[in-house]
């Protein structure tokens, strides 16, 4: 009787046991899955824009899609739909519009091991690091794309075709990454694209804070060109400055920018009244030898100088303004602009 | 039974149990250290975390206020294909953002 007393004990135990280890293996599993639900980010805003004296409006907002697919897949997308508002011209009173609705990217990702991901579908061209890294409207510092933005990203800014990229030496001391590419033509109204080729190598410096990189890529459609760029970047550690430029050589213009900006956080920290107050400070310079409607650089020479004040408002929410002076062949003109951005970031569905 | 035999009972039962007191001893501290050094691996991946995201994620932008965890190993993976980060570094992001 006293043996099997014992017995059912010990049985209770042992699936009482197994049921705490399966309880404890299913939220695991539940938090390792539950971190990977997709979620949509990006920023909308309301940027105003004066060239020359006329004055644009631009409601925008830029959702983006992220999607894991297990535990090496993933999907991502980011559109942009806009509205412009800009004085109808020749001596008319009042405003036109003009709507936009576009896919910057729609792309599947795979990583197929710790060097290497391949990217297939429509994607950011990578050349130089504007494009991909500063050109979300949450991130940039000013409403406007440098003058160079359209050399070497064939004037789509956008690749439909393939990409691997990855990191191909990592150490505490250096990260040498890569992005090499191909793209079709394509004139679909959504996944415009030319056909090209190209990549991009860089190495970071993390300790110093230093980035530089070259980039190349080949027009392969109607007058083949060849497009050369390169990048550095210095943000030392424990500082609140930075500096980014890039350089870009076309065929029949080259041209360079350079962005320095210091967030004012010394002065009581980044909560601070002051500290998130950001000056930001750049200059342009495009020099054209021939004409070309290829390289989408300036038509003319043209130097140009920002000056921006950005501050950071509490929620994600940012106020850009700046000031421009634009030196050209073509004539010169003040740019002042005026943005205010809100940057979102929520899951795709809540979690129970 | 005699004083002597309780006696040496006695000693016989606290024999017994000294060892298995002390092994039992033993176990609990191996198991807090483990546990310690379970805690500061931890402490160390997060701080390293911290450091990767500064060096990475904060080149560009600013990090988000605030997320739910639910979504923190998505963004950590488009943040490993964007910054073409590797894969330890992107744990130790997780870590970092899922302490």
């Not at chain 1, 983006?64 to 535990?71: I, P, Q, T």
């Not at chain 2, 039992?24 to 995201?53: C, L, N």
Request: charged share 20%; proline share 4%.
């Amino acid at each position: 009787m006293r043996m099997a007393t014992n017995h059912s004990v010990r049985l209770r135990i042992c699936w009482r046991a197994l049921a705490l280890q399966a309880a404890c293996t299913a939220v695991l599993l539940g938090s390792a899955v539950a971190q990977n639900a997709p979620y949509i980010s990006g920023g909308g805003g309301f940027i105003t824009s004066t060239k020359g004296g006329n004055t644009t409006y631009i409601p925008i907002i830029a959702p983006e899609f992220v999607g894991a697919l297990g535990d090496h897949v993933m999907v991502e997308s980011r559109a942009t739909i806009l509205e412009s508002y800009f004085p109808r011209g020749g001596g008319s009173p009042g405003y036109k519009h003009d709507a936009f609705l576009g896919l910057s990217y729609l792309q599947a990702d795979v990583i197929a091991n710790r060097h290497l991901t391949i990217v297939a579908g429509e994607f950011l061209t990578p050349f130089g690091t504007y494009n991909e890294r500063l050109s979300p409207i949450w991130i940039s510092n000013f409403e406007e794309a440098p003058l160079t933005f359209g050399a070497g990203t064939m004037g789509t800014a956008s690749s439909v075709g393939c990409m691997v990229r990855g990191t191909a030496f990592s150490s505490d001391e250096v990260n040498v990454d890569y992005a090499a590419y191909f793209s079709a033509a394509s004139t679909n109204g959504q996944f415009n694209a030319e056909r090209s080729s190209g990549g991009r190598v860089s190495a970071y410096f993390p300790k110093a804070g230093v980035e530089a990189g070259a980039s190349f890529s080949r027009l392969l459609q109607n007058t083949h060109e060849n497009f050369f760029g390169g990048h550095f970047w210095w943000e030392p550690a424990d500082s609140y400055f930075r500096l980014r430029s890039e350089f870009a050589h076309a065929p029949h213009a080259r041209g360079y920018w350079l962005e320095a900006d210091y967030r004012l956080a010394h002065f009581g920290g980044e909560r601070s009244v002051l500290g998130r107050l950001e000056p930001v400070f750049r200059m342009q310079q495009v020099f054209r030898n021939a004409l070309d409607a290829e390289d989408g650089m300036p038509s003319a020479d043209t130097n140009r100088v920002d000056f921006a004040l950005d501050y950071h408002l509490p929620h994600a929410v940012r106020i850009n303004t700046s000031y421009a002076r634009e030196l050209s062949s073509n004539g010169n003109r003040n740019i002042w602009q005026t943005g205010i951005v809100y940057r979102f970031l929520f899951p795709l569905w809540r979690d129970k | 039974m005699s004083h002597m035999q309780k006696f040496i009972g006695g000693l016989i039962v606290i024999a017994v149990l000294i060892p298995a007191l002390a092994q039992t001893e033993a176990k609990t501290r191996t198991k807090k250290s483990e546990a310690a050094q379970a805690t500061s691996a931890g402490t160390d991946d997060s701080a390293r975390g911290q450091k990767v995201f500064e060096q990475n994620c904060s080149r560009c932008h600013n990090a988000p206020e605030g997320f739910p965890p639910q979504i923190s190993g998505t963004i950590v993976r488009h943040m490993r294909v964007r910054a073409s980060l590797n894969a330890a570094d992107e744990r130790a992001i997780l870590r970092f953002l899922n302490p």
